[in-house]
């Protein structure tokens, strides 16, 4: 496969790779940004979702391949600066919505990709759907709810919301 | 209350690093040189391994090994172990049949790993794992306990005549058959605890590496208890001496029981590390992760039980047979004895209790502690038999368990167990209440309007958690002692880290363990780090399993933190030219009592560490103490939990419309961590009660084998939860602190199940109540009323 | 996975060509069911050519009487176009309860109906709404092209381009989700155009999605709710695994059928 470019957290990047190379291979084994998790192998989990091209995809389910060119935020790119988090990232933090933390970097990118689809005013049953693609084994998803319903409000307040296709 | 300590829902230290993405999990380790490992694993339930032939597998790209059982004995590798010794009643000990990392004669379940292909990437140990060619010869296979010890079943290990690894008894058979002969009324279930797969979102990891030059060995796991993990695979495994070792477990993604046991695969990465001396990684799937993990539960059980007249308890007799699958796993045997047992009188004054338990081998994954272990099963029991007691006798299910609790404490229950303290009335009253349970009638009624039936049902449940006290396991039969341990280091410019035994993986004892600490010695909760998880760093400890770091580990932190204040105090003694009987410490600060003389937290650790003022032999320097705690009881958190749900009959879905959680756990460090570890608790057990459930099939494959068959509970399966709290101090620690962290998945199964076959009106339903198994339980119960 | 060679074609013409030219060829469209199955190693191709990059693949358009939708077309833009919504809003709801969100921004209608997965719920919606399969070389109308579990029409050498959805009077789908999966345990989707009236189900049958002419009989009496109650199907050519015996299934086939007419109907 020749040398494929695209763009992650705003930074362009080279891959040189096996074409079986998935999306979160590439981002967790070449560009070492582990936040990206693997957590099943059925496309389950949700562990492992990143924005490409502003929208969530399951990065296990993606070859790096196809999303040459494309612009992809990680769980590493979201927060608008060293010194501050996401709303959404908050959001988390405030209301207990993470225990173990494996799932948290997919949660959260679902979360963001969920109010920039939907809005800022998400009822429980919205969000529980929504989260059909995003298991989580600790928190009986409670906090995670709360945190989502807590950090869309928070983004429409005037948090920084990054898209990786702007 | 300090704004950071003891009862404040102090936000956690440890969550940056999480949101960001920053955690260090054992996979986003990669050391310098590393290697992957593929294991080679049975596709067949039981068979005999003829020959394994590597050589194909040898000459591909990349491969550095491929190394099987045979190589593990050459190098006089040892068999994993249980820890735990079960006698039999007849006074003969447990059989435990030799369970080799490598399978080398004989494979006992689907997935019982063979050989290890190490290779440069794990594409390359794939390919070559598929070219290792065994010849099996394929025998009988048994995966059902209630079939495992019946003639002609396969035999699964020499040393296990009839499959039967123990059997078990506590209590008085006597007593209890008499009780249940004089009762009014006996009550009788059959009942089938469904086995489960832990399912951690984060799957096992390992990675073994050894310096030469040093002969030290290390390895990252994901384990939840790394000093076990070091001792069992120096003393018993003997990869390498245990001063040779280091074990190291960084952030782990969830452990839930199923990181606890010491598993074939981290000890064959640290074994070939040296052979090929490089590092080896291997990361499970999740397909993997179904066949290796050890399971939980899996009971088939008889349990009768007697009232008399007035709705009390007579007695409890409980047969069970237990599944352990092919392998005794680290802690198994102690599961459906001391675990489970022991909890049988529930929260209830029952006279006569007897419970005999027999454990089997089948070809099936181990089965070892998960969430709760054997307390889940206990509680389902006993209030499964209130229940449908309640309804049989036509009183009031909370009446009735009324009628039967304990009010007088210490209370000693026929089964071991010394209940120090507790307030059953209290929790239920708070549990009804914030139930509404007085306008369930007239939410049933709304409820069939809609074509939907609607049922409410109970769980006054109890734990023995605050795993556990050293000289009563030992006496019970555990290998090792369950205390744990603290070290406080104080630095010189008043920061403190804290070295515990425990280990986090979920629980957030970074923030609840510092809020103490911070709080002791008045000082910002921001200059506490708490350091776990690795041996090199902390001395010794027992690891985070059974609702017992708050309760056992925390108090070994204040007992070392009794020792710092105390030395500090002579320190400041010396400082203030005072009485050490005369320093008073508060705030932060130490004062000469009766004066206004005093000297602040911080100028007494750095004289600490100068020692410029210490006169010769008198004072010590430095600041630093280490405590081990061994508590003299168990804790016994207990709550009620009350489930209300809708069913669609057409359907047979349910849906959980309402939660309710009274919980008594002592004294609460923190209650939005305590909150969120109740929540996760009852999701696990409405996962049992609905969702989840291990299916081998005829040929003990194993159906359930990824997401796609095995159902873990998502976000729209769940209800929010109304989780609310009593408080009865455990007397038998410093804090009085009972432990939260398994209560809700030992309430919930009985609750939702109690909460279902109200509905339907019908007890005839298995876990898990999936919408086929309702509707055809909703079906029968209305075929059952039309011919009556 | 196994190896392979990944190759991306920019427009219909190479596609064809690579398809020709390569050694055991596999198209991928949005890689939600290949790429699993590759990555268990279920699934084996020498090469695959990715569809992502050709042009004019990818579309919606209202066309007379017809809501013509391009093959790359992914789940999320169908289940939230306001075209679809307005056109077939029971087409719209099947997208929307495709996978989960993160899965609907890369599947493809294209791909889930040549890939036509027994449990999937494009063949039910295909079928009940009587769509034709455009491929580049013919038109293929649904009940030609589903030919039995993961089995359709295609030559080895078709690549779908658009499916034409002739606009229904009516139309509902009702889908009981698999508790671990959530693909179709039994989805049906019912539609009414004039006198027409189709009752495709999947998720319940051996042979991947099939029509009830039992039930379309009886709709066509009235298209009500009311008209299927008491009716049901066999329980022979049903699935059963532990999720749910054939029985179960023929069951919940009556269930939706009424459910999914009553949303038609609304």
């Given amino acids: 496969m020749p040398a494929a470019t695209l763009t992650v957290n705003g930074k362009a990047v080279t891959a040189d790779v096996d074409p079986r190379t998935l999306l979160v291979q590439f981002l967790r084994e070449n560009l070492r940004l582990t936040g990206t998790h693997v957590g099943c192998d059925t496309s389950q989990c949700g562990a492992c979702v990143v924005h490409v091209n502003g929208r969530a995809v399951k990065s296990c389910s993606i070859l790096v391949a196809q999303a040459v060119g494309a612009n992809v935020l990680t769980i590493e790119g979201l927060a608008p600066s060293a010194t501050q988090l996401h709303p959404m990232q908050e959001a988390f933090r405030e209301n207990h919505g993470l225990q173990c933390g494996y799932c948290t970097p997919g949660m959260i990118m679902t979360a963001v990709d969920m109010v920039n689809r939907i809005g800022h005013d998400l009822d429980d049953k919205t969000i529980r759907h929504e989260l059909e693609g995003n298991l989580c084994r600790c928190t009986g998803y409670h906090n995670i709810v709360k945190s989502i319903a807590a950090g869309a409000k928070a983004m429409a307040a005037g948090g920084g919301v990054r898209r990786a296709a702007e | ?788 | 996975m196994y190896a392979f060679t990944y190759n991306r074609a920019s427009g219909l013409r190479q596609a064809q060509n690579m398809i020709a030219k390569l050694d055991e060829p596999k198209l991928l469209a949005g890689g939600q069911s290949l790429l699993p199955a590759m990555k268990l190693r279920l699934a084996s191709h020498a090469n695959l050519i990715d569809l992502g990059r050709v042009e004019g693949l990818a579309g919606i358009e209202l066309k007379g009487r017809s809501l013509l939708i391009g093959a790359m077309t992914r789940h999320f833009e169908v289940a939230t176009s306001p075209v679809v919504r307005q056109a077939i809003p029971a087409l719209a709801q099947l997208a929307g309860q495709i996978g989960d969100p993160a899965v609907r921004h890369m599947g493809t209608l294209g791909g889930s109906l040549a890939n036509n997965d027994p449990n999937a719920d494009y063949p039910a919606g295909a079928l009940g709404l009587g769509a034709t399969i455009i491929t580049n070389r013919r038109r293929i109308a649904a009940d030609e092209f589903f030919k039995g579990m993961f089995e359709t029409a295609l030559e080895p050498d078709e690549i779908i381009t658009r499916v034409s959805f002739p606009l229904p009077k009516k139309a509902g789908y009702m889908k009981f989700p698999n508790p671990a999966s959530r693909f179709a345990l039994v989805g049906v989707f019912v539609c009414k155009r004039g006198s027409e009236i189709r009752v495709a189900v999947t998720g319940a049958g051996t042979a991947g999605v099939f029509r009830v002419g039992t039930f379309e009989e009886a709709l066509k009496k009235r298209f009500s709710p009311k008209s299927l109650e008491g009716l049901t199907i066999p329980a022979d050519g049903m699935s059963s695994d532990i999720h749910g015996s054939a029985e179960y299934r023929a069951h919940l086939v009556g269930v939706m059928a009424r459910r999914a007419v009553a949303a038609a109907v609304g």
């Avoid at chain 2, 396969?154 to 296990?160: F, N, Q, R, T």
């Avoid at chain 2, 199923?258 to 999740?286: G, M, N, Q, T």
């Fill in chain 2, 1 to 788: 209350m300090n704004a950071t300590g003891i009862g404040a829902a102090v936000r956690r230290k440890e969550d940056y690093r999480f949101i960001t993405g920053k955690g260090c999990y054992t996979d986003d380790i990669s050391r310098p040189g590393e290697v992957r490992a593929i294991f080679v694993r049975s596709p067949h339930a039981h068979a005999r391994i003829r020959a394994i032939e590597t050589a194909a597998a040898r000459t591909l790209p990349g491969v550095l090994a491929v190394l099987t059982g045979a190589d593990l004995a050459a190098d006089k590798i040892g068999n994993l172990i249980c820890g735990w010794m079960i006698h039999s009643k007849d006074g003969s000990p447990m059989k435990m049949a030799p369970h080799p990392a490598l399978a080398a004669t004989k494979v006992c379940f689907v997935g019982d790993p063979i050989a290890v292909i190490v290779a440069e990437t794990s594409a390359q140990a794939r390919d070559a794992a598929e070219k290792v060619k065994v010849d099996y010869d394929i025998l009988a296979a048994v995966t059902d306990p209630a079939a495992a010890q019946a003639k002609g079943a396969a035999l699964i290990h020499e040393i296990a005549p009839n499959n039967t690894i123990y059997q078990w008894h506590l209590g008085d058979a006597k007593a209890a058959d008499a009780a249940l002969a004089t009762a009014r009324h006996v009550v009788a279930l059959d009942i089938r605890n469904n086995r489960l797969v832990p399912n951690a979102i984060e799957p096992r990891a390992a990675i073994g590496e050894y310096d030469s030059g040093s002969g030290k060995y290390s390895l990252w796991n994901t384990t939840q208890n790394p000093h076990v993990a070091r001792l069992v695979i120096s003393a018993f495994v003997g990869v390498a001496p245990e001063h040779k070792l280091r074990v190291v477990a960084p952030d782990v993604g969830g452990g839930f029981g199923s990181k606890i046991f010491i598993y074939p695969e981290e000890v064959v990465c640290l074994w070939a590390a040296r052979k090929v001396d490089r590092p080896v990684k291997w990361v499970c799937d999740r397909s993997e992760a179904f066949l290796a993990d050890a399971h939980g539960r899996d009971h088939v059980t008889h349990a009768q039980m007697g009232f008399d007249g007035d709705g009390r308890i007579t007695g409890l007799r409980v047969r069970t047979i237990a599944n352990l699958g092919a392998y005794m796993s680290t802690f198994s045997s102690s599961v459906p004895t001391y675990l489970y047992a022991t909890l049988l009188a529930g929260q209830y004054d029952i006279p006569a209790i007897y419970c005999a338990v027999d454990a089997v081998y089948t070809n099936s994954g181990p089965v070892d502690a998960y969430r709760g272990a054997g307390r889940p099963e206990a509680t389902f029991v006993v209030e499964r038999l209130m229940e449908v007691g309640a309804r049989v006798l036509g009183i009031d299910p909370a009446d009735l368990r009324k009628r039967n609790f304990i009010r007088k404490f210490p209370h000693q229950t026929p089964v071991i167990m010394n209940y120090d303290a507790g307030d059953y009335h209290a929790s239920l009253k708070k549990a009804l209440d914030m139930a509404q349970s007085r306008d369930f009638n007239k939410r049933k009624r709304e409820s069939a309007r809609n074509g939907k039936l609607r049922g409410i049902g109970y769980c006054a449940y109890i734990e023995a958690c605050g795993i556990a006290p050293s000289q009563a396991v030992g006496s019970l039969g555990a290998g090792v002692g369950l205390w744990e341990s603290a070290e406080v280091r104080v630095n010189p410019t008043g920061s403190v880290e804290v070295l515990t035994g425990c280990h986090q993986h979920g629980q957030g004892h970074e923030t609840t363990f510092a809020q103490v600490v911070a709080e002791r010695l008045g000082i910002p909760i921001d200059n506490v780090a708490i350091v776990h998880g690795d041996t090199d760093a902390v001395q010794f400890g027992m690891g985070t399993y059974g609702s017992r770091s708050a309760a056992v580990g925390l108090s070994a932190v204040v007992k070392a933190l009794d020792k710092i204040e105390a030395k500090a105090k002579k320190i400041a003694a010396h400082l203030l030219e005072a009485a050490e009987a005369d320093i008073v410490f508060a705030d932060g600060r130490f004062s000469v009592s009766g004066t206004d003389k005093s000297v602040a937290w911080g100028e007494v650790t750095l004289q600490a560490y100068v020692a410029h003022k210490f006169s010769g032999q008198e004072l010590e320097p430095g600041l630093k103490e280490g405590a081990f705690y061994d508590p003299t009881n168990f804790t016994f958190p207990a709550g009620c939990h009350i489930c209300e749900v809708e069913i669609d009959p057409e359907t047979g879905a349910t849906r959980i419309v309402a939660w309710t959680a009274i919980d008594d756990f002592g004294t609460v460090i923190n209650p939005m961590i305590v909150e969120g570890q109740v929540h996760g608790g009852i999701a696990q057990g409405i996962g049992q009660a609905l969702l989840e459930g291990v299916v081998y099939d005829d040929n003990a494959q194993l159906v359930t084998g990824s997401f796609m068959d095995y159902s873990l509970p998502r976000a729209d399966d769940l209800p929010s939860y109304n989780v609310g709290m009593t408080v009865t101090k455990c007397p038998g620690n410093p804090l009085g602190i009972k432990g939260c962290g398994e209560a809700g998945a030992i309430a919930a199964p009985a609750a939702v199940i109690n909460a279902i076959t109200d509905a339907i009106g019908s007890e005839d339903i298995a876990m898990p109540a999936t919408p086929q198994a309702v509707w055809a339980a909703v079906r029968k119960a209305n075929m059952g009323r039309k011919a009556a």
